[in-house]
C-alpha cells in the first residue's frame, strides 16, 4: 500500500507541476488562432478604407507571401506560405480574377508554376505598406520593441520545430 501511494503521490505532484505549463501553452494556442484571425481583420480593414472589395484578406495575405517568386501550390504549404482554407481554391480565384499568372511546368507537366500579375503585385504592395506603417509605430504605440520580437520568433520557430516532431516522429 505504501508503493501505491507513493505512485499515486508522484503523478500528483507531477500534474501539479504541470499545471503552469498546461495553462500557458493553452494561452499560447488560443493567441496564435486569436492573432492570426486579428490578422485577417486588420487586412480587410485595410482594403475597405480603400473602398477595395475584389479580394478578401486571405487571398490578399497569400499574394504578398508569393510575392515575386514562381512557385507551385505545393510550395506554397511547406514554405509555411499559406494559411486559411483551400489553397487550391483561392488560387483558382485568383487566377479567374486576373490577380495571379498559371502555367504548366515544362519539366513536369502535372505542377502548375504560379506568379503575380502587375493587378496582384498592386494588392502585395498594399499588404507591404500597411506592414511598413506597422513596422513605423509598433515600438511606440504597441510597446514591442525588436528585442521583445526576437525572443518571441524564438519561441515561435521552437514550437513549430516540437509540432513538425510531433508529427514526423508520432509524439
Do not use: C
Request: charged share 30%; hydrophobic share 35%; net charge positive.
Amino acid at each position: 500500500m505504501i508503493n501505491t501511494r507513493s505512485a499515486t503521490q508522484k503523478t500528483s505532484t507531477h500534474e501539479e507541476s504541470e499545471a503552469p505549463l498546461r495553462s500557458l501553452y493553452l494561452e499560447s494556442l488560443q493567441l496564435v488562432e486569436r492573432l492570426h484571425r486579428r490578422l485577417l481583420d486588420v487586412i480587410k480593414d485595410e482594403f475597405e478604407r480603400q473602398g477595395r472589395s475584389d479580394i478578401n484578406a486571405i487571398q490578399a495575405l497569400l499574394l504578398f507571401n508569393i510575392g515575386d517568386a514562381e512557385l507551385t501550390a505545393g510550395e506554397l504549404r511547406t514554405r509555411g506560405y499559406y494559411l486559411g482554407s483551400n489553397v487550391s481554391y483561392n488560387l483558382k480565384k485568383l487566377v479567374d480574377q486576373g490577380f495571379v499568372h498559371h502555367q504548366r511546368s515544362r519539366i513536369d507537366r502535372r505542377s502548375v508554376r504560379i506568379s503575380l500579375t502587375p493587378k496582384g503585385t498592386e494588392i502585395a504592395k498594399v499588404v507591404s505598406k500597411l506592414y511598413d506603417r506597422h513596422i513605423g509605430s509598433i515600438e511606440q504605440v504597441g510597446g514591442i520593441k525588436a528585442d521583445e520580437f526576437r525572443q518571441m520568433n524564438r519561441a515561435l520557430q521552437r514550437l513549430d520545430r516540437f509540432w513538425n516532431d510531433t508529427i514526423a516522429y508520432r509524439m
